[in-house]
């Protein structure tokens, strides 16, 4: 196996709407420096460039935001930042990687990660990142990497393992039976009473070629945006032909365009300790104990208990409060709830209906 | 009746903690611009004026605060500023002003009015307060406003009402039966009830020598201590003899210490509507609906209701709550409920603990 043949697509496309006010417009989610100053992104990449170097990094971003993440990785190639004029969801993102790849005579193992992700041991996720690079060249199939449940969460999709295939890198490998959309409750306590169910995360390895040819099977539409594409680029360059061509292609993602309706599908065990940061409430589970809850920046907290406290500008001061995310910047105060706090995102739209801009 | 022999006695010397963080230790409550650029010192001065002029005002303040308050009542002679060195609370605040002007060799008629109160009705209000100095001067006793209870307010301290003695100024004036510390719930509906019981709002009237008497009866140590004051001033001047003098002089109230034990109490009814702004809570409620509950400044609310959504700074968005209080400015957030905001004040006490004086 020839390293040189893997590339890393980091999807660092949204702005996080469901941080806000901490992520804004010009201030998208991966780009926060959340632990002492160490961003999403720059985690993100510095988890995975031990194994494929900056060439071997391809970074899928917004166009409005490419300019920040440029800024934010200096060494990056800027052939390798690639500019989504809008947004087509995963599916368009990692196959517009595929197709460039192949157009330009390449096979490379394609590993996808998204960019919100924590992870607490970047070893581990390195060996079960190798692992599932050996898996999708000796399989020529499509890999994802089987998360460990530690709670009967709803929010994510899960994975019903079939049998155990020979184990690659020292990392167990699985066929993948089917792909689950997020349970109910009590669905997702039997997943994990089960014991043969795992999270997906949105973590996967293909060479390109597989790529396309689940893409061109279950994705026929994108498909053929994406030979356009390709094609135009030979004319009028990569760039002027992404602007004419990317609007049109279908919005879906890849769990779900691809990933769900495909057969060959195989998993790597990821034991490594992991979190999504999509949201307060997730990136709470980050957050080590403290008055009131769990808090970051300039906090007070008195007879408070369950809460989500975070400042990045004035004092946030909690009295006798339960359950309640509160997330403080100089130019905005969130006030919700736990239970809430999946509804910013609506909220951000609310205040564009309203014209608050200045604050977006 | 000479109005010539009337002075208000305005009391301005807190800093309303429990306003905090709009009020600041170098931006006391009274000192708030809360309606439009109006505070609540400046419209208590608007509404006794038209009565008294500025020569009948007296402004009891603390010493740290006098800067700040005579920058806002430029026309406010210095000399009838009146700066406490520490606060004493009421007895010795209104007292120090008596023994002045006896000491001054005056007798005028004092009206004690609370720097924080809101009236509805200034017109009605100086009617009452012409009706409270004419009985002041007429029985030689203590007078109050009997202010009608509109609710069961369980925060106010309630007047129970004797027989009705002959009106004064077209107003109906009573002998007070007793004074009731604030009540429970059910003795508050069961006043409501009985139709002859008024809160106590702490706006009193009195002749200066019938409060010096009062004083000399009820409390003597205080007594004691403003005849020191006085002689010294004679001695040192008035600002060195506070300074030597007001520090031990005994820490009571007016109500408490005079008001509740005298019997030659007398009531006039201010019918006018009134509202103390002593916390969130009470201010609320001269705030009018809006999205989510009341709100003031720089707010969003969705699904919320019932809360008190205050922004002297940042944006605040309310999400999904209920019942909370949460007051913004560029240096702190307070977020707390409508039932735990009388608590405000003990978390001052606690981030000055905590040496957070940059925020206070």
Partial sequence: MSWCSVKAVVLAGGSGTRFWPLSRAHRPKQLLPLWGGKTLLGA????????????????????HLAPAVAEHLPKLPPQQLLREPCGRDTAAAVGWAAWREVSQGGNPVLVVLPADHWVGDDEAFRQVVRAGVALAQGTNGLVTVALSPTRAETGYGYLELGEVVEAREGVRCFRVRRFVEKPTVEKAQAFLAAGNYRWNGGIFAFTAQALVAAVRQYLPALAEGLDQLVELAKAVG???????????????????????????????????????????????????????????????????????????????????????????????????????????????????????????
Avoid at 50 to 61: K, Q, R
Wanted: glycine share 8%.
């Fill in 238 to 360: 990569e760039e002027e032909a992404v602007q004419r061509v990317y609007p049109s292609l279908p919005q879906i993602s890849l769990d779900f365009g691809v990933m769900e309706r495909a057969s060959n599908i195989w998993a790597v065990e990821g034991t490594f300790p992991w979190q999504d940061v999509g949201s307060f409430a997730s990136f709470a589970q980050l957050l080590p104990p403290a008055e009131g809850g769990v808090s970051l920046g300039s906090v007070v907290a008195v007879d408070s208990a369950n809460c989500v406290l975070l400042s990045q500008g004035p004092l946030v001061a909690a009295l006798g409060v339960e359950d309640l995310v509160v997330v403080a910047t100089p130019e905005a105060v969130l006030v919700t709830t736990r239970e809430q706090a999946q509804k910013v995102k609506d909220l951000v739209k609310e205040l564009e209906r309203r014209g608050l801009h200045r604050v977006l």
């Fill in 44 to 63: 993100t990449l510095e988890r995975i460039l031990p194994l494929v170097g900056w060439e071997g990094v391809l970074v899928v971003t917004g166009q």
